[in-house]
C-alpha cells in the first residue's frame, strides 16, 4: 500500500497549534519530561521547531497558572493567550485541510477536529462563557459512540472462581472483597524491587512480541527498539503512572533512539500478577512498542505530521488504550485472558480490565448520573474490586476532572472492547499492520476503514 504523504506545511502548522493551543488552555506542556507536567499532547518527536501556540510569552504565563484545569482560573491569562493564538482559526484550517488528504488521513483529522472541538467548548464551559457541554457529546467525541454504564458482573465472577482454585473462597461480595485483598497483599510488589521486575517483565514480554507480533510488520520495523524505557517512582501523584514517551534523543547518524520513562506512582498498591499487565500495557507490546512504531513509521516518511503529536482525548488515544490492554494477550499470541499460561496472570489481568471498566463507570456515575464521589467511590470498590488508592483516584482526581472525566476515562473500556473485538475477527496478518499504523495512522473509528481496503488483506508483513 502506498502510504498518504508528509502533511504540507500549512496543514502541520494547523496541527501544532490546534493541538498545542488547546494543550495550553488546560495547563499542559508537551516539552516537560514529566506525565505530571503534560496533559493533552502526548508527544512531539519530529525535531519540528515548536509552533508560536507554545512559544509566546503568554503561552508560558499560562501553563505556569495551570490553565483551566485549575482551581481558580487566571481569566487575565487566559485572554492575553487566546488574543494572541487565534485557536478555533486553527482548528478550522485542520478541518479545511482534511477534506483536502486521503480518506483514510483526512478522517483521522477530522476526528481529531472533532475532540479539540469538545475540548475547546469545555474551555468557554470553565470559563462560563459558554453552555454546559452534553456528556454524551464529550464520549460521543473521544471514543465514536454514545456512553454506557460498565457491567462488572461476569468478570467478578470469573475472579471469584479463579480464586476459589487458589485457596481464597468468597461465598458473598464482600468475602470477594477480602480475598481480593488478601490475594493482593500476598502477591504486592515490593516497592524498592520495581525496577527490577519491570526489567524482567519487559524482557519476557519483549520476546513475546518478537514472535508473535514482529514478523507481520513491515522489515524496516523490525529492529526498531521496542522498550527504550526507564521506571521512575514519584510520589503523591493523582495517577498511577505516567509513560511518557519522549523520542527526542537521536544517534549520530540522526536516528531515533525511541526512548521513554515511566513514571510509578509509589504509592501504589498492586500485585505482581497486575503488574505484568501494567508492564505489558505501558512498555511492550503496548504504549511505548506502539509509539516507538509510529515514529519509526513518520522517520521514514510513510506517516504525516499528526503522528508525532498524539494527543489525549481523543478517538486515537482511545485505540493506543486499547491497543495496550490488549497486548499481554498479543505477547502470547491468544484472544482470550482465559488462555493465558497461568491462573494468577488471568486473575491479575481481569482485575486489570475491571479496574479500566471502573473507570468508565466513574466517568458515567459522576457525569451522567450526578452521583457524589463517596457514593462513586464505594461502587468502584465494591463491584469492581478496586484497592482503596484506585477507588479514591478514579472517584476523584480523575472522575471529577471536567476534561479527563468526561473524555478520558470512557476511552479505556471503549478501547479494549474493540480492539479484543478485531483481533477475534480478523487474522494477525491482518490486524497487526492495522492497530500498529503500518498502514496509516487510525484511530478507534478509522480503523474499520483501513480493515476494509486491499492493503489488509495479509499479503504484506505475513509471517514467513
Known sequence: MSLEPQAGAALAQATATAIIGIDTLWGGDVMNPSGTGRFIADSWFSNEPLPRAYQHPAAAKLRRSGGVAGQKIDAAAVDAYLRAIDIPAAIGELNAAAGRVGRLRGAYLQGLCECLGVMWDLVQ??????????????????????????????????????????????????????AVDAWRHERRVPKKSIAMLADACIAQFDAGAARHIVPYLPRALRDVPRANIRFLAIENAWFSG??????????????????ATY????????????FMQLVSHEVVPGHVTNFAWIQALHARRKLGFESTVLTMNTRGAALSEGIANNAILMAFRVTE?????????????????LQDDAKNQSSFLTWEKRWPQDKVRGVLRNEFLCSDERADKLSGAWGRHPLLGRMYLPAY??????????????????????????????????IDQVLGTDAAKGNRGRKR
Open 242 to 259: 505516567s509513560m511518557n514517551y519522549l523520542g527526542r534523543a537521536r544517534n549520530r547518524d540522526g536516528s531515533p533512539q525511541y526512548e
Open 125 to 178: 464551559e470553565r470559563l462560563e462563557r459558554g453552555a454546559a457541554v452534553p456528556y454524551e457529546r464529550c464520549v460521543t467525541a473521544s471514543t465514536g459512540s454514545a456512553p454506557t454504564p460498565s457491567d462488572p458482573v461476569a468478570k467478578r465472577e470469573r475472579i471469584a472462581e479463579l480464586l476459589a482454585r487458589q485457596g481464597y473462597r468468597s461465598a458473598t461480595r464482600a468475602k470477594l472483597l477480602a
Open 337 to 353: 485472558i482465559d488462555e493465558l499460561p497461568d491462573v494468577d496472570l488471568q486473575i491479575g489481568t481481569l482485575l486489570a480490565l
Open 263 to 274: 513514571e510509578i506512582n509509589a504509592a501504589l498498591e498492586i500485585s505482581v500478577p497486575e
Open 413 to 446: 473500556r471503549a478501547g479494549t472492547v474493540k480492539v479484543a473485538a478485531l483481533r477475534r475477527k480478523h487474522p494477525p496478518a491482518k490486524i497487526i499492520p492495522a492497530l500498529y499504523g503500518a498502514l496509516g495512522l487510525v484511530d478507534l473509528v478509522t
